[in-house]
């Protein structure tokens, strides 16, 4: 399956790289987020419904083992494509369906 990073999501990689290398160093924050990126292609490519339901409607959630970060996608059968719509730090709140 192809899988399509929406802006929101590609914003969210670039706040959590931001911040990382803020806290600590640019290096680590590279690869927390390159180690976000890779597990989510190779999960989800072949194996779209190994994470859970998510807490919104037709959304599912994969935890990125390693570091703290949630992957908020949807599938479209339709168009063999998988939408990733946020990555979000555990701790934060889940996003409403407005």
């Not at 597990?39 to 990125?64: F, M, W, Y």
Request: glycine share 2%.
């Amino acid at each position: 399956m192809r899988l399509n990073w929406t802006d929101l999501a590609d914003t969210d990689l670039e706040k959590i790289e931001a911040r990382i290398a803020q806290e600590n160093s640019p290096i680590v924050a590279i690869d927390v987020v390159m180690n976000i990126i890779d597990s989510t292609h190779l999960i989800l490519r072949d194996h779209p419904r190994a994470s859970c339901q998510g807490r919104l409607k037709n959304t599912r959630e994969l935890v990125i083992d390693g570091v703290p970060f949630i992957v908020i996608y949807r599938e479209n059968i339709s168009t063999n494509c998988i939408e990733v719509l946020r990555v979000l730090h555990d701790a934060q709140q889940c996003p409403t369906a407005d």
